[in-house]
């Protein structure tokens, strides 16, 4: 069974300023893909990023980038020159490849963007 | 209209009642699932189907069953409600081929039992 992990329950970044939420996985499997879901207030999942573990390169969406590390099982999120919307929980996700796949979620980072 | 509703977005419910949470989507996917929603906990899989004859049970299942009505349709129920099942509800779907995009969710369903 995979496992995420968020360490950090809570982050606190200054409007403009960059911030990166951390996540650390578990798993036997050697193809999965990864995935930062944001949850603002309204309290809809928005996917925010999504990294194949078979791409060395880092996904990067606008502001969003991840730091993939596949041999320490990482996948960080860095948000730069964070905006006030971008107050939100966090959840890091994975899958693994396969017909049969679900998304196992960590137990997220609530990000707060401050003045 | 939203691709993925969920009905209704908040319910309040007494103990030991019997409660169905609605989803239905127009992406016309075929998977479809059920989370569950704790502060501290994430979210995490009740039930899940991939097609209208399958379903699956998740990490949680116990106190909870489905029906896959449609393609388009797919309810939980909770057949005794009891105060640890108050929590927010996501219904996600997927598709097969594009499974690995992600899920698309339901707004959620807010559900204090009480």
């Known amino acids: 069974a995979q496992t995420v992990t968020q360490s950090q329950p809570e982050m606190s970044v200054q409007e403009a300023e960059t911030v990166t939420l951390s996540c650390t996985y578990d798993t036997s499997e050697n193809n999965y893909y990864l995935f930062w879901y944001k949850q603002p207030p309204s309290r809809q999942m928005i996917l925010v990023i999504r990294q194949e573990a078979y791409k060395q390169q880092n996904a990067t969406e606008n502001r969003f980038s991840v730091n993939f590390q596949k041999a320490a099982k990482s996948f960080s999120l860095k948000i730069s020159d964070s905006q006030l919307g971008d107050t939100a929980m966090y959840f890091c996700a994975f899958m693994p490849t396969g017909t049969a796949s679900k998304l196992t979620f960590g137990t997220g980072t609530r990000l707060q963007v401050t003045l | 209209d939203a691709d993925v509703t969920q009905t209704p977005r908040n319910r309040i419910t007494k103990t030991g009642k019997r409660i169905m949470l609605e989803c239905s989507q127009t992406k016309g996917h075929d998977r479809m699932y059920w989370y569950r929603q704790d502060p501290g906990l994430g979210l995490r899989l009740i039930y899940y189907s991939f097609d209208v004859k399958d379903i699956n049970k998740g990490e949680i299942s116990d106190g909870y069953s489905v029906s896959r009505q449609a393609q388009a349709k797919f309810s939980l129920s909770l057949e005794s409600a009891i105060p640890n099942q108050t929590a927010l509800y996501f219904c996600?779907?997927?598709?097969?081929?594009?499974?690995?995009?992600?899920?698309?969710f339901g707004s959620g369903t807010r559900l204090t039992v009480v």
């Open positions: 996600a779907t997927s598709d097969q081929q594009q499974g690995t995009r992600g899920y698309t």
